[in-house]
């Protein structure tokens, strides 16, 4: 197999997209082929892979020279049979069919997509505030399957949802607005997780029962983000020996610097942050035997 690679001006793509389809299918072209286009974000070009059989290749060249005024000069490199799909995977992206039929071209992938259904409600967090998606990437980075979940503040239980499809032992979840403890248990069943995260009424800094985890994830406001990690000292079992994962969202980047420095006077040490300006996402790490 071979892949031939054509660089054609962006407003000339069109054209030389007709042309391959045409010229490329007609009796005197090549058995079979394939191909994708990319046009990479910054450049002027858009970029044609050609794949070919091996037999084929000299009679492709030929025909793209005869066409050099639309397609101007070919690079070409063997490739194994197959490869053209693996490369044409890498261009691909979701996308919207009709307005209510969205395409996924990863099944069977490593980027296979993880659908989640949240329905609009009252409750905070469908996935479309910067403060969510931090939280979001993060708790994919760091959550490891067999943790328990502890979820302060989940709203339409969207990050609780996500930890118990990415492999959570247990998630527990506290919040104080009865509509989101409606709307969060009716998402997580629209979702069929398994196991069904606990979503739970209440305010976590007042409660006297304390829920053991390995992962703390909350997107709150900073001032109750600070209370509740403080209140989450009570439930590290300091025998455990095991260290904990703090995802805090929801932090104003004009008061990170002090924030910070609050986790780490409890004994947090800190991890990496993510910023998408005004907001910041950091992550703390804490050993039992730090607690105090």
């Not at 007609?26 to 050609?50: A, K, Q, R, W």
């Not at 980027?111 to 403060?131: M, N, Y």
Request: aromatic share 10%.
């Amino acid at each position: 197999m071979r892949e031939i690679v054509l660089r054609v001006p962006r407003e000339r793509a069109e054209e030389a997209e007709s042309l391959i389809l045409v010229g490329l299918s007609d009796t005197e072209g090549p058995s079979e082929f394939n191909y994708y286009l990319e046009e990479p974000e910054g450049l002027t070009e858009s970029v044609f892979h050609l794949f070919v059989p091996e037999a084929d290749a000299a009679v492709v060249l030929s025909w793209i020279e005869e066409n050099r005024g639309v397609f101007g000069k070919a690079s070409v490199r063997v490739v194994v049979d197959g490869d053209w799909s693996a490369f044409y995977i890498k261009t691909l992206e979701p996308y919207w069919l009709t307005p209510n039929v969205l395409v996924d071209p990863f099944v069977g992938t490593e980027r296979e997509i993880l659908l989640v259904r949240i329905a609009c409600g009252k409750a905070f967090g469908i996935g479309d505030h910067s403060t969510t998606r931090m939280a979001v990437e993060l708790l994919q980075k760091y959550l490891k399957r067999g943790q328990r979940v502890l979820d302060v503040g989940y709203g339409t239980g969207i990050l609780s949802i996500l930890a118990s499809k990415w492999g959570a032992r247990s998630v527990t979840g506290f919040d104080i607005d009865p509509d989101a403890v409606r709307e969060a248990r009716g998402n997580a069943r629209l979702n069929q997780c398994d196991p069904a995260p606990d979503f739970r009424e209440g305010d976590y800094v007042h409660i006297s029962e304390r829920v053991p985890f390995d992962l703390f994830v909350s997107n709150i406001y900073v001032e109750v983000l600070e209370e509740a990690v403080k209140a989450s000292l009570n439930s590290v079992e300091r025998t455990e020996g095991s260290e904990k994962v703090y995802i805090l969202s929801g932090i104003l980047e004009t008061k990170w610097r002090i924030f910070d420095k609050k986790m780490r006077g409890l004994g947090l040490c800190f991890v990496e942050k993510r910023i998408d300006s005004p907001w910041v996402a950091g992550v703390w790490t804490l050993k039992p035997d730090t607690v105090r």
